[in-house]
């Protein structure tokens, strides 16, 4: 269903077309973020994956896959289990907290208990990759039997986001081919957490393109980092 951006399209779905349609993606989508987490293939140099930097206990890597690139950031947290940083991670209303370029993240409506559809909006003071972006997603939280918690986030195609969402004023409609955390539960109480991003920001990619998302990648997981540490364990229940 990946088709070109075509704006003046759009189609009208119904419910249950919807729910079958996002609960395909979506299982598609963990098992790539599972994949690229594996840590028995990670690091091995034979899935395609290149380290870009590491610094502060964070790895950065990048993968092609046809004419764009998909980032890898991995790094451990310390007495913080699962729960408690997909709590902040998944809380809507923190994503304004640790990610200072987004201007509006708001749910558009629930599939199902453990699946949204939400809409992503950067501003006219975004970084120029972002700025005057938009995203119509799907998120999917999940807890594996090991403990280990998926959170799968990707675009829906561009007719069906215009039917359940048109675009609105002078924003351009970016495309999140799949991206999500996978965090995994450790013996001693840690937690350790691979995020995976790809996106086609629809326009042009200047070649400094890397290392502007490299060091957005770095600024979202210290302020993500600091929220979890910060945030009292009385607060982790999810809502």
């Given at each position: 269903m990946n088709s070109p951006a075509t704006c003046g399209r759009s189609w009208s779905i119904s419910e249950d077309s919807l729910r079958r349609?996002?609960?395909?993606?979506?299982?598609?989508c963990i098992q790539e973020l599972?994949?690229?987490?594996?840590?028995?293939?990670?690091?091995?140099?034979?899935?395609?994956w290149k380290v870009v930097t590491l610094d502060n206990g964070v790895e950065i890597s990048k993968r092609r896959s046809g004419s764009l690139?998909?980032?890898?950031?991995?790094?451990?947290?310390?007495?913080?289990?699962?729960?408690?940083?997909?709590?902040?991670?998944?809380?809507?209303d923190a994503a304004k907290q640790w990610d200072s370029d987004l201007v509006e993240a708001r749910y558009i409506k629930d599939v199902e208990d453990n699946l949204s559809i939400i809409r992503l909006r950067y501003g006219e003071n975004s970084k120029p990759l972002f700025r005057n972006r938009e995203f119509i997603v799907y998120e999917r939280r999940e807890t594996?039997?090991?403990?280990?918690?998926?959170?799968?986030?990707a675009s829906l195609p561009k007719e069906i986001a215009a039917g359940l969402q048109p675009k609105q004023n002078n924003a351009i409609r970016g495309f999140l081919l799949q991206s999500g955390w996978v965090v995994e539960k450790l013996e001693d109480g840690s937690c350790a957490v691979t995020y995976v991003v790809q996106l086609d920001p629809a326009g042009w990619l200047p070649k400094c393109f890397v290392n502007r998302l490299n060091t957005k990648l770095v600024m979202i997981i210290e302020n993500l980092r600091k929220l979890v540490q910060t945030t009292s364990p009385a607060s982790h229940d999810h809502t």
């Open positions: 349609y996002v609960q395909f993606a979506s299982e598609s599972l994949s690229a987490s594996d840590t028995n293939r990670y690091g091995n140099g034979n899935d395609g690139h998909a980032f890898r950031s991995r790094w451990l947290l310390r007495s913080i289990s699962p729960q408690q940083f997909i709590t902040v991670a998944n809380t809507i594996m039997e090991d403990g280990t918690v998926v959170v799968a986030v």
